[in-house]
């Protein structure tokens, strides 16, 4: 399933995000940037302790911001960690910092020249953001930053199961993808 925005594509698949061969693949982090479980925890057992020895170095990262190290071991270029928020009911800015967390991955990735990006569903595991709305947020403000943007050509959305790819399908599909 995928949507065309201009002469970009968001493309959704499932999978496991470790494994795609892409300019730059996004990770879920937690704000110390230092490893952590779920899909935090595959890119750094997969990409090896250079990942580790980078992240270490910049500090940590604010929920909603994102920070860009090499990828080790994996087949892409760039990591771009991404913090996202934790859902505390809604009434807290989740909503603005998780499409912040997308809208800044896609900006980290446009300053290194990504052509193809890869993403996982942020905040939607431990995090706890609700997955339908989790989605929305995150193929909305895809789509807008590709609507004003020509050098990133296609967005992955790389999902885990087939209730996560099916859940982002009906987001998909009211945007007006097919």
């Given at each position: 399933m995928e949507l065309k925005v201009g002469n970009a594509?968001?493309?959704?698949?499932?999978?496991?995000?470790?494994?795609?061969?892409?300019d730059a693949i996004v990770n879920a982090a937690n704000?110390?940037?230092l490893g952590g479980g779920g899909v935090d925890g595959a890119?750094?057992?997969?990409?090896?302790?250079?990942?580790?020895a980078e992240s270490s170095k910049l500090g940590g990262c604010a929920p909603g911001d994102a920070k860009v190290t090499g990828a080790g071991k994996?087949?892409?270029?760039?990591?771009?960690?991404?913090?996202?928020?934790i859902w505390?009911?809604?009434?807290?800015?989740?909503?603005?910092?998780?499409?912040?967390?997308?809208?800044?991955?896609?900006?980290?990735?446009?300053?290194?020249?990504a052509r193809s990006v890869s993403f996982p569903s942020i905040s939607t595991g431990a995090y706890g953001f609700p997955l339908d709305r989790a989605a929305g947020i995150a193929l909305k403000a895809v789509r807008d930053f590709l609507?004003?943007?020509d050098t990133i050509a296609t967005v992955n959305m790389?999902?885990?199961?087939?209730?996560?790819?099916?859940?982002?399908?009906?987001?998909l599909a009211a945007l007006g993808g097919q």
């Open positions: 594509r968001i493309v959704l698949k499932q999978g496991d995000i470790t494994r795609e061969k892409v704000s110390s940037l890119i750094h057992r997969v990409g090896g302790p250079d990942i580790l994996l087949e892409a270029k760039w990591v771009v960690h991404t913090v996202g928020p505390n009911g809604g009434q807290a800015g989740e909503d603005a910092t998780l499409a912040s967390a997308y809208r800044r991955s896609l900006e980290e990735a446009k300053a290194r020249g609507a004003g943007d790389v999902l885990w199961s087939s209730h996560d790819l099916a859940t982002y399908g009906r987001a």
